[in-house]
């Protein structure tokens, strides 16, 4: 029986969010972490979701939905390049992966279901608004409705970095739960996967600069 299961990327973000949920649940024993291989173009995120949950001595799995690639394109999913820039810019657009996160989320209230867990604890952040529809909170309740009106007994899903940005989430690992800059050594930010991060995608773009506004060291190497 589990308390709660995470739907992990291996980002420092749902890193973050690992911890929050394991302080919240009592303990590394009352959650499961959740990752997905769905086609994304490197599997170095969930190399990363492997090392910290054996590390942390979390349940965790990982769903093979590889097969997506072929009906769900995007920017991660198929050869054409990232874009550069903020998560805000237009051409962010080109990373949406279409309707990932209510099939990532659908699996893990299945997933909750099975293992009586009662939350779900979804990474969904103030930075992603603009470009991701799926992050925002008008979705999370409309799916919340959704799970209680199709299930007997409904997880939640809970977001609660639903008004964070990046630099509020990296704040509240090392204020509040104990992590230090170097932990993140540990997660795997850039849309690119290779040898070192890139520096200049969306994601690196806003994991260097929450590291910056916190005037902290990013422990990652960078290109
Ligand atoms: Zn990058």
Not at 93 to 107: A, D, E, G, Q, Y
Not at 139 to 159: E, M, Q, S, W
Request: aromatic content about 10%.
């Amino acid at each position: 029986m589990k308390k709660a299961v995470i739907i992990y990327s291996g980002g420092m973000d749902s890193f973050t969010l690992l911890h929050h949920a394991i302080k919240d649940s009592g303990g590394t024993e009352h959650v499961a972490a959740l990752s997905f291989d769905y086609g994304q173009k490197h599997k170095k995120e969930l190399h990363y979701a492997i090392k910290t949950c054996v590390n942390l001595g979390v349940t965790h799995r990982i769903i093979r939905l590889h097969d997506l690639q072929d009906i769900l394109k995007s920017a991660l999913t198929t050869s054409s390049p990232v874009p550069e820039g903020h998560y805000t810019d237009e051409n962010m657009k080109l990373t949406v992966v279409p309707n990932r996160n209510m099939i990532m989320l659908s699996m893990a209230a299945g997933y909750a279901i099975t293992a009586k867990a009662s939350r779900i604890y979804y990474g969904a952040q103030a930075g992603d608004y603009p470009i991701y529809p799926d992050c925002r909170k008008e979705f999370v309740d409309a799916l919340n409705v959704a799970l209680d009106k199709g299930n007997y007994d409904a997880p939640r899903i809970v977001t609660p970095f639903i008004h964070f940005f990046k630099q509020d989430i990296l704040r509240h690992g090392i204020n509040n739960l104990a992590l230090t800059p170097h932990d993140y050594i540990d997660t795997w930010t850039c849309y690119n996967g290779r040898k070192k991060a890139c520096g200049v995608c969306g994601s690196c773009t806003e994991r260097l600069e929450a590291f910056e506004a916190m005037h902290l060291i990013d422990p990652l190497e960078y290109e």
